[in-house]
């Protein structure tokens, strides 16, 4: 008790806590308030449809959902689930009706050109950038969209080790997402920059 009283103090969350929650690197003041957004978000889904859009930081298992759609979209067009890929929309793509819509994730590395829906030279003093509402929809492998298009890792945290917990066997790593680039991919893959869906605070 006295532990955790002193972990309490000092602002952090408490092993105790940790080790029945999901995996979370915030300080205790930040892990209050995500919980109570990952709640709120869940009961509102419950109590309602389901949501237009979704927040993929607010899953235990994000994978679980992107996969999902990825696998959807691999039964419809009869392809196996390597030969299918993700893909950030644009308002004027014709797939996005059909694509999952989600919002909360950040761009580590980079930051984002709205108006081109690509990916940007990081802005000074923001190491998190902060991504509006995305759209991403699965193609098949060979078709649309093969050049200049970045393969952008997803992880459920920045500090990207393989795993996040070794009693949920939770992986770190999502899924890779293609978004477009003006660079070359290796210049972005040099950069790290890859989608979070935590930051530390």
């Keep these: 008790m006295e532990e955790l009283g002193s972990t309490l103090l000092q602002g952090k969350v408490p092993a105790e806590w940790l080790s029945v929650s999901y995996p979370s690197l915030k300080s205790l003041g930040s892990y209050i308030k995500d919980l109570k957004a990952r709640v709120s978000f869940f009961q509102g889904w419950q109590k309602g449809d389901e949501p237009s859009m979704f927040w993929l930081p607010g899953f235990f298992n994000p994978k679980a959902l992107v996969v999902g759609s990825m696998q959807n979209y691999s039964l419809k067009i009869g392809v196996p689930m390597s030969g ?3 893909v950030v929309g644009t308002p004027r793509d014709s797939y996005v009706d059909s694509g999952l819509c989600v919002y909360g ?93 935590q930051t530390e605070e």
């Design 84 to 86: 299918v890929r993700l």
């Design 105 to 197: 994730l950040h761009l580590e590395g980079a930051s984002w050109d709205q108006s081109l829906c690509s990916i940007n030279e990081a802005k000074p003093g923001v190491p998190y950038y902060e991504m509006p509402e995305l759209t991403i929809f699965a193609l098949e492998v060979g078709g649309a969209y093969q050049d200049d298009w970045y393969s952008c890792p997803l992880y459920n945290s920045p500090d990207r080790k393989k795993s996040l917990c070794s009693s949920c066997n939770l992986s770190n790593y999502i899924v890779s997402i293609d978004i477009k680039c003006h660079e070359s991919p290796e210049y972005w893959i040099k950069r790290g920059a890859a989608f979070v869906c």
